[in-house]
């Protein structure tokens, strides 16, 4: 990836939606609805501000340290020692995520569609079709996002309306049965995945054109109402349509894809449905790998990060083959351990990277006005 590549505002922000809602759509409702009923969308709003407060932290940084990505300004803030210490766990999570994602997308075509084909098969291919469009760089993605998120988004508007004539009303009450206790444990589950995840986004916001820095704040929060809006309607759809099955069927969307029947002209399409959303689990795990590369090249100070695709690409595939192969466990990983790792990995650094530079520029003002 050449240091000169630049994408617009607008670009950075269909990224940025695709990271966000790319896995999250699919995986994110059923367990959403499982742990917190029909209080979900309470949960979601929850997360939402969450999500909110960690964006406002990423884009203060971006304007105290122009062109500098997340690696570039904790070495100034905290030095070089203690930049590698937290620069272990975050890389570490993060070959674990690329690995989860391709997990998920083998589990979802294991389960839904491919049950015949080995794990190997999907995911090798998978990692093949990422690593290449990784490889291509970051304006070239951003010139595919408009493309594929509107192919996706369309499909899962598609979804919502043509479920229409199966929604019941009466299925949304008792909005909270068992009291608040649910309904904040499904919003740290959701909050952890995927609105924790955005802190990586930091490492390549610098990639935005320098006329354009000005507007990338406010575009990226648009972005994030996008995401919980699209994730609100879809579980208030599972809910109205699926009722207390929402939260036992995995992958509500698809589940609501095997339901649509129009007429018996528009019929038994979840195939169609099925590939079209995993468009999203592929192109997360490009965004993130791109990411991956673009932190190891700056820890490790290289000038061409375009050699390690490949090699971490193949790292990734044999994590997501020999880890976490059962679907309970991969339950587990996503509702308790993902946010928790999120919070050490992620939010941790930039926290404590924002404190100081709050510090030191208050104590700057201070001194200031002291002359």
Same mark, same amino acid.
């Given at each position: 990836?050449?240091?000169?590549?630049?994408?617009?505002?607008?670009?950075?922000?269909?990224?940025?939606?695709?990271?966000?809602?790319?896995?999250?759509?699919?995986?994110? &409702?059923?367990?959403?609805?499982? !742990?917190?009923?029909?209080?979900?969308?309470?949960?979601?709003?929850?997360?939402?501000?969450?999500?909110?407060?960690?964006?406002?932290?990423?884009? =203060? +940084?971006?304007?105290?340290?122009?062109?500098?990505?997340?690696?570039?300004?904790?070495?100034?803030?905290?030095?070089?020692?203690?930049?590698?210490?937290?620069?272990?766990?975050?890389?570490?999570?993060?070959?674990?995520?690329?690995?989860?994602?391709?997990?998920?997308?083998?589990?979802?075509?294991?389960?839904?569609?491919?049950?015949?084909?080995?794990?190997?098969?999907?995911?090798?291919?998978?990692?093949?079709?990422?690593?290449?469009?990784?490889?291509?760089?970051?304006?070239?993605?951003?010139?595919?996002?408009?493309?594929?998120?509107?192919?996706?988004?369309?499909?899962? !508007?598609i979804i919502w309306v043509l479920v229409g004539n199966l929604?019941?009303?009466?299925?949304?009450?008792?909005?909270?049965?068992?009291? #608040?206790?649910?309904?904040?444990?499904?919003?740290?589950?959701?909050?952890?995945? &995927?609105?924790?995840?955005?802190?990586?986004?930091?490492?390549?916001?610098? =990639?935005?054109?320098?006329?354009?820095?000005?507007? !990338?704040?406010?575009?990226?929060?648009?972005?994030?109402?996008v995401n919980a809006m699209t994730l609100l309607t879809s579980?208030?759809?599972?809910?109205?349509?699926?009722?207390?099955?929402?939260?036992?069927?995995?992958?509500?969307?698809?589940?609501?894809?095997?339901?649509?029947?129009?007429?018996? #002209?528009?019929?038994?399409?979840?195939? !169609?449905?099925?590939?079209?959303? #995993?468009?999203?689990? =592929?192109?997360?795990?490009?965004?993130?790998?791109?990411?991956?590369?673009?932190?190891?090249?700056?820890?490790?100070?290289?000038?061409?990060?375009?050699?390690?695709?490949?090699?971490?690409?193949?790292?990734?595939?044999? +994590?997501?083959?020999? %880890?976490?192969?059962?679907?309970?466990? +991969?339950?587990?990983?996503?509702?308790? %351990?993902?946010?928790?790792?999120?919070?050490?990995?992620?939010?941790?650094?930039?926290?404590?990277?924002?404190?100081?530079?709050?510090?030191?520029?208050?104590?700057?003002?201070?001194?200031?006005q002291d002359v």
């Open positions: 990836m050449n240091k000169q590549e630049r994408v617009s505002s607008v670009q950075m922000t269909m990224l940025f939606l695709f990271f966000m809602t790319g896995s999250s759509i699919v995986i994110i &409702p059923a367990p959403l609805t499982n !742990v917190a009923g029909n209080g979900a969308w309470i949960s979601l709003l929850i997360a939402l501000a969450m999500g909110m407060i960690l964006l406002a932290g990423v884009l =203060y +940084l971006y304007r105290q340290f122009p062109n500098k990505s997340l690696i570039e300004y904790s070495r100034i803030t905290l030095g070089n020692v203690l930049t590698t210490v937290l620069l272990i766990p975050l890389t570490c999570v993060m070959f674990w995520h690329v690995a989860g994602i391709v997990i998920e997308i083998g589990t979802f075509f294991k389960s839904t569609m491919l049950k015949e084909t080995p794990t190997y098969a999907v995911n090798s291919l998978l990692f093949v079709t990422i690593a290449l469009t990784a490889l291509a760089g970051i304006e070239v993605m951003a010139r595919m996002a408009a493309v594929l998120l509107a192919l996706m988004f369309g499909f899962i !508007v929604f019941h009303l009466e299925y949304l009450l008792p909005v909270m049965p068992d009291g #608040i206790g649910p309904i904040l444990k499904a919003a740290y589950i959701v909050y952890g995945f &995927p609105y924790a995840e955005l802190v990586v986004f930091s490492i390549i916001l610098p =990639y935005v054109q320098q006329e354009d820095t000005s507007k !990338v704040g406010k575009h990226l929060f648009l972005a994030l109402i579980v208030i759809c599972s809910i109205m349509v699926l009722g207390p099955l929402s939260g036992e069927l995995k992958y509500s969307l698809y589940q609501l894809a095997r339901l649509i029947f129009v007429q018996e #002209i528009i019929e038994r399409i979840e195939s !169609v449905i099925g590939f079209s959303l #995993i468009i999203g689990f =592929y192109f997360k795990a490009s965004i993130l790998l791109l990411i991956l590369m673009r932190v190891l090249s700056q820890w490790l100070r290289l000038k061409n990060e375009r050699f390690l695709v490949f090699p971490v690409a193949f790292i990734c595939l044999l +994590l997501s083959l020999t %880890t976490y192969t059962k679907e309970s466990a +991969l339950e587990e990983i996503v509702n308790t %351990t993902w946010p928790l790792l999120n919070n050490i990995a992620y939010i941790f650094p930039l926290l404590l990277i924002f404190i100081v530079t709050l510090i030191r520029q208050l104590s700057r003002r201070n001194k200031n």
